[in-house]
């Protein structure tokens, strides 16, 4: 299959919790935090400092910005957003769409999922070549059968057995443009000419991703 290239989009997630839950954990937070970031605050501060040392002496460079920005807020911040976009802890999967099964599970309501598992995802996203910043997904395959629910389940596309599907990899690439266009733009605007695209395929696996990663060099160097 042909690798699928995109511009990324914006995304977003909720999170909800009883009044009483969250005036207890206001509390809780009110009592240990002090305590714990006065403990910590030293590694923190040493942290921050390092960090900002490492940001203010890389190159000035369209390439060493590059470089930069995918060590310090690329890599990281599409790491946490694509964690974030898990169907759920327990099946850590982008789901583009699911099947219903012939016999439907036996009364139990179950489905078929589709889509890219997140599970064994690296840290390491995104592959610099020149002013090219690619993110680099592997297909999306099986992923197994459940119940579908949970805050994701509404926004799951369901076919019925036998139903032309739509291409898998254009609506992770919609979910993808939905989850993370401000970063793209960020990079586009801050260094001039790069482009930030994302790969889908044809590697069928993370593992293959990386053996790709490591024929082809992840990163282009600074200069």
């Known amino acids: 299959m042909r690798a699928m290239e995109t511009t990324i989009d914006r995304g977003s997630r909720r999170w909800r919790a009883s009044g009483l839950i969250a005036l207890a954990a206001i509390v809780v937070a009110g009592l240990v935090a002090p305590g714990y ?5 030293p590694e923190i501060r040493a942290r921050r400092l390092s ?10 460079s369209p390439a060493g910005r590059i470089a930069a920005w995918t060590r310090f807020g690329g890599d990281p911040q599409i790491h946490n957003r694509l964690q974030a976009m898990r169907f ?3 099946q850590p999967w982008l789901v583009t769409h699911a099947l ?3 016999d439907g ?6 489905v078929e999922f589709h889509g890219i598992d997140l599970g064994d995802m690296p840290r390491e996203l995104v592959v610099v070549q020149g002013f090219e910043v690619r993110l680099v997904l592997p297909e999306p395959r099986v992923l197994g059968r459940g119940p579908l629910r949970g805050d994701h389940a509404g926004f799951v596309p369901v076919y019925e057995p036998g139903a032309a599907v739509p291409d898998p990899r254009a609506r992770a690439r919609e979910i993808l443009l939905w989850a993370l266009e401000d970063l793209g733009r960020a990079l586009e605007r801050d260094v001039p000419g790069a482009r930030f695209t994302i790969e889908i395929g044809p590697h069928a696996s993370w593992s293959a991703v990386r053996e790709s990663r490591a024929e082809t060099g992840a990163r282009a160097p600074a200069r």
């Open 100 to 102: 219903r099964t012939p």
């Open 51 to 60: 960090t900002e040392a490492e940001v203010a002496g890389a190159p000035t």
């Open 88 to 90: 759920s802890a327990e």
């Open 105 to 110: 599970d036996a009364g139990r309501g179950e």
């Open 37 to 41: 970031f006065h403990w910590k605050a």
